[in-house]
């Protein structure tokens, strides 16, 4: 009886490498390692096996067999990762075939680099304004507008240095590519424009910059428990791990308050609040909008003389303003830092009630048109045109010409010649100069 135990490998040994491979990320040529194959057929009752190696990748309910270039394992196996970036980047359109399937061929659009290498973000780094005080005395870092599946977020990138930069906003697309927007939540910091509603209509709100702390020992090492000589004593109810992280450390540092706790639910919240007797409640509105009962009349209806206010957490200051429609008597908006953004309630009493929050809040934004606005915009901004300001925002945000020209519909010449007069003006030479003078206006 023939010895068939050297011409195939066991179930066992089969099953041991596939378990060995689901230890690494898709990411990693060595997932592929342990996924690459060689096809054999059967020929005049004899079986051969044939020369390439060959890879099945699946993505989006769709699988197809990919015949590989090289001749060696590992090199296979670094083909098959490219070929899955790719579809993984542009989608199965993007991939085929050649003749006869005997090579894989990846085909680019625009020869622009897939958003999985550092090639593609590197014209994209920009340097973000009001993130100075989240980091006192450091040197200025890269940040990158990061989009996937319809979100999008800027990604502080830790360092000034371009190449490592650029490294490192690919390395967290793929996180979100790979893993999602919740598994990345939980392993890199984001930037996110925080805005606290005090008034419904004129809609009236302060607004702050915060980054994500999604990193447990890193919050244990830089909290700071609550203030017990603070005035006010406030809850928080929020379900993103990493902003809640963020807002209970930056409201332990706010004059005048200290935050007792943060909830990731409504529920906990409703459930803690009559032992805590909290002076504010602040809760996600997008909370409060998927409630059958809105949460802040639930909140008060436990505590009537409980001040509760909802927020929003947003992309950038912009998207704050695009959420709304419909504010018949106008908005009044105010950007504060971090440690300032109650301000409305700020108050030396004690204690803080719903009655005392609406007399401080009326006062706070009355205020505002009492005093003449003074301007401090620069000299050379008052001569751009609001085109060439328009352009000059999206430069600032981190768009390449091809995209500034398809949002605002014109062509990419015209942004050129735009982009020309805007340097001449303000006696600049770059993007990045330009950028950073438009956001010292």
């Not at 106008?330 to 504060?336: E, M, P």
């Not at 945000?397 to 015209?414: F, M, P, Q």
Request: hydrophobic share 35%; proline share 6%.
């Amino acid at each position: 009886m023939p010895d068939v135990s050297k011409k195939r490998p066991s179930r066992n040994a089969a099953n041991s490498s596939r378990s060995e491979g689901r230890a690494f990320s898709k990411n990693d040529d060595r997932y592929w390692r342990t996924r690459v194959f060689k096809n054999t057929y059967t020929a005049q009752g004899k079986r051969f096996q044939v020369r390439r190696w060959c890879v099945k990748i699946q993505h989006a309910l769709r699988r197809r067999t990919f015949s590989l270039t090289p001749a060696n394992r590992t090199e296979a196996a670094r083909e098959a990762l490219g070929i899955y970036q790719t579809i993984l980047t542009h989608g199965w359109a993007h991939t085929e075939v050649a003749a006869g399937g005997k090579s894989a061929k990846v085909l680019m659009t625009d020869r622009e680099p897939p958003k999985t290498h550092p090639a593609y973000w590197k014209p994209r780094l920009v340097y973000r304004k009001y993130t100075e005080i989240l980091r006192p005395g450091q040197e200025p870092e890269f940040s990158a507008r990061i989009q996937h599946e319809g979100i999008s977020f800027y990604f502080p990138l830790r360092t000034n240095d371009e190449p490592q930069a650029a490294a490192r906003a690919a390395e967290i697309y793929r996180t979100l590519a790979v893993d999602g927007w919740e598994e990345a939540g939980r392993m890199v910091r984001r930037e996110v424009t925080v805005a606290v509603f005090w008034w419904d209509n004129p809609l009236a709100y302060t607004y702050t910059t915060v980054f994500t702390q999604p990193n447990e020992a890193e919050n244990a090492a830089s909290e700071v428990r609550p203030n017990a000589d603070a005035g006010c004593r406030a809850i928080l109810i929020e379900p993103d791990p990493g902003v809640r992280n963020a807002l209970k450390f930056w409201l332990n540092r706010h004059k005048g308050f200290s935050c007792d706790a943060a909830y990731a639910t409504p529920a906990e919240g409703l459930r803690e609040v009559p032992d805590k007797k909290p002076d504010l409640v602040l809760v996600n509105r997008v909370l409060d909008e998927a409630s059958d009962r809105q949460l802040l009349p639930r909140f008060k209806a436990l505590l009537p003389d409980l001040a509760a206010f909802t927020y929003g957490v947003h992309e950038d200051a912009d998207q704050v303003y695009y959420s709304f429609s419909g504010v018949s008597a106008g908005y009044i908006t105010r950007r504060r830092p971090p440690t300032n953004l109650l301000d409305p309630v700020t108050s030396p009493a004690s204690s803080l009630s719903s009655r005392q929050a609406a007399h401080l809040i009326r006062n706070y934004f009355q205020n505002f048109f009492s005093v003449p606005l003074a301007t401090d915009e620069a000299p050379e901004a008052r001569l751009l045109t609001s085109r060439e300001n328009e352009i000059l925002d999206h430069v600032s945000k981190g768009y390449v010409d091809k995209e500034i020209a398809s949002r605002l519909g014109i062509s990419r010449w015209t942004v050129h010649g735009h982009l020309k007069n805007i340097y001449e003006k303000l006696g600049v030479h770059t993007r990045t100069e330009a950028a950073v003078k438009y956001l010292q206006k």
